[in-house]
């Protein structure tokens, strides 16, 4: 079945560059999304990437799909404190009519002054 | 643009009870789907909707159940509350079947 795999903790200092890393096994998922989630929120869509492209970059994000290899990542340039929260990588099925997104444990960026 | 709205935000219920969590979309969207996120098992697919009707379900119990209005807003219930249907019920919509889902800010169960 599908399962996306993401590593639970990142933490780095104010300024710096963050990474967050996904994997995925489902090798027909269409869409790949990166939502961020503040404490006591919902799910805030950051940005997401279609599967025919490599990279996406929207202001100081920038999506990698490496799709040989199953992997997803999201470069937070120049990292703010405001960017602390959890990261959830999600995958949209493709084989059915819908809208399902299957999504990962979530990273928890903990960004210090 | 108005978001996705979820009402109540809040909710404490009693073992045994039943409950019912509405969601209205963004404006024009037509399709609605229902997660629900907990420590243990993360975000988990529940259900979703499409032009009042549904189009997927997730692997829950049939304590689970949902419909869509006409207006798309969409409700789900969850019957003989159990203390593991503790969970903040989050509810997305999109346009149709296209990628962008947005998320309202959830309902918190609490079941004692």
Redesign the interface.
């Known amino acids: 079945g599908e399962d996306v795999e993401q590593s639970l903790f990142l933490s780095v200092r104010e300024g710096d560059s963050s990474v967050i890393n996904c994997t995925y096994t489902d090798s027909s998922s269409?869409?790949l999304?990166w939502?961020k989630q503040e404490p006591g929120?919902?799910?805030?869509?950051l940005t997401?990437i279609?599967s025919n492209m490599d990279m996406k970059q929207d202001q100081r994000l920038t999506v990698l799909l490496n799709k040989k290899d199953k992997h997803l990542s999201l470069r937070i340039a120049d990292t703010q404190t405001g960017d602390s929260a959890i990261y959830?990588c999600?995958e949209?099925e493709d084989y059915?009519?819908?809208?399902?997104?299957?999504?990962?444990?979530?990273t928890t960026l903990q960004v210090k002054p | 643009k108005a978001g996705v709205t979820q009402t109540p935000r809040y909710l404490i219920k009693t073992r045994g009870q039943q409950v019912t969590l509405s969601c209205s979309p963004i404006s024009g969207h037509r399709s609605v789907s229902w997660y629900q996120q907990t420590p243990g098992q993360g975000l988990q697919f529940l259900f979703e909707y499409f032009s009042e009707t549904q189009r997927n379900k997730g692997n829950f119990p049939g304590r689970f159940s949902g419909r869509q209005f006409s207006n798309s807003r969409s409700e789900m219930n969850v019957s003989t509350l159990e203390l593991g249907d503790s969970a903040l019920y989050l509810c997305a919509s999109s346009r149709d079947q296209t990628y962008e889902q947005y998320f309202g800010p959830g309902t918190r169960l609490t079941v004692t």
């Open positions: 269409t869409y999304y939502y929120a919902g799910l805030q869509l997401y279609f959830f999600a949209k059915s009519n819908t809208g399902k997104l299957i999504f990962g444990q979530g």
